[in-house]
């Protein structure tokens, strides 16, 4: 599986940005899809991953609330809807496929892609 994130940019507190990430691979379907974040000189912090139906979605403690994760299996794409952002959001955003379900733990993650920045101005 290839993962390619995309849609970061800067933006001001409280505004909105979606974060796409698409895959290559025939078995995308099986896999559990997150997406992480990275600050510098911070360790990767769990952001918010789901299942193939939607019907298993896990958020970390900071975004709960304000991040949707949703994909299209169709498309192979897992989107990540970020609202009412805070300028504590500014990373690189990554998006990463498990074969296991319900994992929170980045080294649980089999695939990564290539990671888009998401800047959040005050």
């Known amino acids: 599986v290839q993962l390619q994130a995309s849609g970061g940019g800067l933006v001001q507190a409280g505004g909105s940005l979606k974060l796409s990430c698409v895959a290559s691979g025939r078995t995308f379907g099986s896999y559990f899809m997150g997406w992480f974040r990275q600050a510098p000189e911070k360790e990767r912090e769990f952001v918010a991953a789901?299942?193939?139906?939607?019907?298993?979605?896990l958020y970390g403690d900071s975004v709960k609330g304000r991040f949707t994760i949703s994909r299209d299996n169709a498309k192979k794409t897992v989107f990540l809807q970020m609202n009412s952002l805070k300028p504590e959001d500014t990373a690189v955003y990554y998006c990463a496929a498990a074969r296991s379900l319900s994992e929170t733990l980045p080294t649980r993650y089999d695939y990564w892609g290539q990671g888009t920045q998401v800047t959040v101005s005050s």
């Open positions: 789901s299942n193939w139906s939607g019907s298993n979605t």
